[in-house]
């Protein structure tokens, strides 16, 4: 049949299917909350038990493919000759209490975009090196710090007349404006190190898959990633190992105390991160939400089909077809979780963020701990929510902040005090 006719024909049986839109109304209701059964962790896709430590290996092996395959796509395998370029050093920032310090990693052979600046911070008064924590930002590396010689960055970001990104391009005005979010000074005094990366050096967070470091491992004639391949959030979670491993070749850090850290979606991509690469020692969830912390099959606030409708790039495609349909997918996000076993873990919520499912966030954790627990760790020291603004801490910490959507100074507060439980008790 001619198309056209054959579109007529759907219109006028079936005009209404035609034109509606998903809907996707975001549920806060928990006697709404669907009864769900969550997969277990501690069985194979093949109903085999999981009952020692290599097991655990081998079904990490299995969740770890299914993360891939189903939610945030494939990471290229090939890895690449990474060069860097040192673009400033202050041995005296922080008035002398820190050597601030910026790289330029490019990806490839051109001295061209896409390059991913790391600004570093690093303690002076230390004698040894420091442990680090290393997170993306939102708006440029010029916005975590007021410091006029930190690099504005030029790369596309989403706008924001509130903090001086203009047109898509951070302004002067830009510089500073996410101090709160980013306590550099007290880091420093705690004696820890600061990494960070602007998200869009890796990928601008727009759906478009010809900017950012995807066309670097098309294949010929390729233009997007393909159904099984890697989004957004994968791309991020591939750059921070790619930051890692300049990390690693710092003579000032301790390479074996570095925590990946992310808020909100740059959350989702640090626990993905976290999971896919072992050599982060640490992993920090701050409201990360859907495709984060929170369990998928609760469907409270932010749902898997809500989320791939407003971020169609962030995911692999293959995740669209859990859209209202989580009960059907393979994982959920305690899974996620489970991948960052043994290592200590801290998953935030904050009590208005109910966007996010504080709660579901909650169970994550819960039920990520028999892993830990299988693997010698105490994880998460509690099954009852805590009341806002009491952390509970084991090698899974925990905490609901009271207040809405932010990474603030009392959630970092939490986090070194969590950084120097755990690596405190490593250090010689
Ligand atoms: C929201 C999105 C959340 C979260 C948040 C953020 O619009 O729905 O999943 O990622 O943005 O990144 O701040």
Redesign the pocket.
């Given at each position: 049949m001619n198309y056209t006719l054959f579109l007529f024909g759907l219109l006028f049986l079936f005009p209404p299917a035609l034109f509606a839109q998903p809907d996707f109304t975001p549920n806060y209701d928990e006697e709404q909350v669907p009864d769900y059964t969550l997969p277990d962790l501690l069985l194979f896709e093949n109903g085999k038990k999981v009952e020692s430590h290599s097991d655990w290996q081998l079904r990490r092996a299995e969740i770890l493919q299914l993360f891939s395959s189903q939610v945030y796509g494939k990471t290229p395998d090939q890895s690449l000759k990474l060069r860097t370029q040192i673009l400033s050093t202050d041995k005296l920032a922080l008035n002398g209490k820190a050597t601030r310090k910026e790289v330029r990693v490019f990806f490839t052979k051109k001295n061209a975009r896409p390059y991913m600046d790391i600004l570093l911070f690093v303690p002076n008064n230390s004698n040894r090196p420091a442990p680090a924590f290393l997170g993306l930002n939102f708006y440029g590396n010029q916005t975590i710090y007021p410091d006029p010689d930190i690099t504005l960055s030029d790369q596309w970001m989403r706008a924001n007349d509130d903090f001086g990104i203009v047109n898509h391009q951070a302004t002067e005005a830009s510089r500073g404006v996410r101090v709160s979010r980013w306590p550099v000074e007290t880091i420093i005094d705690r004696g820890y190190a600061l990494a960070t990366v602007y998200c869009g050096d890796i990928d601008p967070d727009k759906n478009d898959f010809q900017d950012g470091v995807h066309p670097i491992f098309y294949k010929s004639g390729q233009q997007e990633p393909s159904d099984e391949e890697w989004g957004t959030i994968g791309a991020w979670a591939w750059g921070l190992s790619r930051a890692l491993d300049h990390l690693l070749t710092e003579e000032t850090i301790d390479g074996d105390q570095i925590a990946v850290i992310g808020h909100?979606?740059?959350g989702?991509a640090a626990l993905w991160a976290g999971a896919r690469d072992e050599r982060f020692a640490m992993v920090i969830s701050n409201n990360s939400?859907?495709?984060g912390a929170a369990l998928s099959r609760r469907a409270y606030g932010?749902t898997v089909g809500r989320?791939n409708h407003?971020?169609p790039h962030w995911f692999g495609n293959n995740f669209e077809q859990y859209n209202s349909n989580e009960s059907s997918l393979p994982v959920d996000q305690h899974m996620l979780l489970s991948l960052v076993a043994p290592r200590p873990l801290y998953v935030a919520s904050a009590k208005e963020d109910q966007?996010?499912d504080p709660k579901g966030e909650f169970l994550s954790a819960i039920h990520a701990t028999p892993v830990y627990q299988l693997l010698g760790q105490e994880g998460l020291p509690t099954t009852q929510m805590p009341p806002v603004d009491r952390p509970v801490i084991g090698t899974i910490g925990y905490h609901v902040r009271s207040g809405g959507?932010d990474i603030n100074y009392y959630d970092w507060e939490q986090y070194l005090i969590f950084a120097d439980k755990h690596f405190g008790e490593k250090s010689p």
């Amino acid at each position: 049949m001619n198309y056209t006719l054959f579109l007529f024909g759907l219109l006028f049986l079936f005009p209404p299917a035609l034109f509606a839109q998903p809907d996707f109304t975001p549920n806060y209701d928990e006697e709404q909350v669907p009864d769900y059964t969550l997969p277990d962790l501690l069985l194979f896709e093949n109903g085999k038990k999981v009952e020692s430590h290599s097991d655990w290996q081998l079904r990490r092996a299995e969740i770890l493919q299914l993360f891939s395959s189903q939610v945030y796509g494939k990471t290229p395998d090939q890895s690449l000759k990474l060069r860097t370029q040192i673009l400033s050093t202050d041995k005296l920032a922080l008035n002398g209490k820190a050597t601030r310090k910026e790289v330029r990693v490019f990806f490839t052979k051109k001295n061209a975009r896409p390059y991913m600046d790391i600004l570093l911070f690093v303690p002076n008064n230390s004698n040894r090196p420091a442990p680090a924590f290393l997170g993306l930002n939102f708006y440029g590396n010029q916005t975590i710090y007021p410091d006029p010689d930190i690099t504005l960055s030029d790369q596309w970001m989403r706008a924001n007349d509130d903090f001086g990104i203009v047109n898509h391009q951070a302004t002067e005005a830009s510089r500073g404006v996410r101090v709160s979010r980013w306590p550099v000074e007290t880091i420093i005094d705690r004696g820890y190190a600061l990494a960070t990366v602007y998200c869009g050096d890796i990928d601008p967070d727009k759906n478009d898959f010809q900017d950012g470091v995807h066309p670097i491992f098309y294949k010929s004639g390729q233009q997007e990633p393909s159904d099984e391949e890697w989004g957004t959030i994968g791309a991020w979670a591939w750059g921070l190992s790619r930051a890692l491993d300049h990390l690693l070749t710092e003579e000032t850090i301790d390479g074996d105390q570095i925590a990946v850290i992310g808020h909100s979606r740059l959350g989702k991509a640090a626990l993905w991160a976290g999971a896919r690469d072992e050599r982060f020692a640490m992993v920090i969830s701050n409201n990360s939400g859907c495709g984060g912390a929170a369990l998928s099959r609760r469907a409270y606030g932010e749902t898997v089909g809500r989320i791939n409708h407003s971020f169609p790039h962030w995911f692999g495609n293959n995740f669209e077809q859990y859209n209202s349909n989580e009960s059907s997918l393979p994982v959920d996000q305690h899974m996620l979780l489970s991948l960052v076993a043994p290592r200590p873990l801290y998953v935030a919520s904050a009590k208005e963020d109910q966007w996010a499912d504080p709660k579901g966030e909650f169970l994550s954790a819960i039920h990520a701990t028999p892993v830990y627990q299988l693997l010698g760790q105490e994880g998460l020291p509690t099954t009852q929510m805590p009341p806002v603004d009491r952390p509970v801490i084991g090698t899974i910490g925990y905490h609901v902040r009271s207040g809405g959507h932010d990474i603030n100074y009392y959630d970092w507060e939490q986090y070194l005090i969590f950084a120097d439980k755990h690596f405190g008790e490593k250090s010689p």
